[in-house]
């Protein structure tokens, strides 16, 4: 098929995933490139990360910020992370509750974004609800985001539900309801949580555990962790998937997480807040969560969730890559400038 080229480019081919590589990177590449090769054919081209690109003429990136491409060449669409937070675009911090806690900065990205043709945002629930109902807290920034492309979309992360249920089932239940604690930095922060948590009088390495960062790839050290915790948590300020940690409730994990981007599918107790008037809630809930239901009462909550997530097909992948594929036919017969 000959006319202009679709380049791809993501830091990981789309082979790796998933035989090499279970990134988030590797598996959104894997989906993407594939889903547009399936409707363009021979014209869908993947380019390395590290690989200078040129595109030209009427050719189409589909990539995401920061691919250096993208300061100059404005015909693409890109497939972004963001919760629409006003003050991390403004001030590049979680200034809620009395708080200034540095995040990822935002406005970065403003040059990258500015002119390009669509922009496919992923986010969670809690922002999406919010965009929808045009609250303070993410309008502004919504607003300033669809400013800057002719197309903007908000959607849930997808995932590769049967890939990372692998692990889901086969595992005895723990005998003692023990937590995995994200900690590390601004992006994974959950300080507050530990000082609470042994302000409760739980132990660490007895009733929970911290660690910066996890290998889901080694399905043996994935199979350790289901046998010893039942329940992951991260309450980081900056969470805007939460992609790493669905990939943990699909494997068969309880979610505990900060209630600006995991709501508890309507369990408060499942959540962290920073608002000073709720750390009596996020106490109450520690305390049922540990002392009140028990394993099995804990394995019930988590089925619970895990089965309401994967009967939603919003979150599937055909979900995502219908727009995308849509948003990158559109702009081959578009107008749309490649260069500013």
Known sequence: ?????????????????????????????????????????????????????????????????????????????????????????????????????????????????????????????????????????????????????????VHPHPIDKAEFSRLHGGVPIPPKVRMLVYHGGPRKNSAELIATLRDLGLRENADFSVVPYVDKKRADLMAFLRQHFQIVANTSFSETGPINMIEYLLSGFAVYGHDDWWDGAGNADFTWSYDPALMERNRAGLRRIFHELGPDGVAREQERVRAAFLERRDNDWPALLGPVVAHVEALLDSDHPGRV
């Open 1 to 153: 098929m000959s006319g202009p080229t679709i380049h791809v480019s993501f830091p990981m081919g789309p082979d790796a995933y998933p035989a090499t590589a279970l990134h988030w990177h590797a598996q959104l590449s894997h989906f993407v490139f594939h889903a547009l090769a399936r409707r363009f054919g021979g014209r869908v081209a993947f380019s390395p990360w590290e690989a200078p690109l040129e595109p030209r003429g009427r050719d189409v990136l589909v990539s995401f910020t920061p691919h250096p491409a993208l300061r100059t060449w404005k015909r693409s669409v890109l497939i972004e992370n963001s919760n629409f937070d006003v003050d991390k675009w403004r001030h590049a911090a979680f200034r809620r509750h009395g708080l200034n806690a540095p995040v990822d900065s935002v406005a970065e990205a403003d040059g990258w974004l500015r002119g390009q043709y669509a922009l496919v945002v992923l986010s969670n629930d809690v922002a999406i609800r919010r965009v929808a109902a045009r609250d303070p807290q993410v309008a502004a920034c919504h607003d300033h985001m669809a400013s800057m492309a002719r197309v903007l979309s």
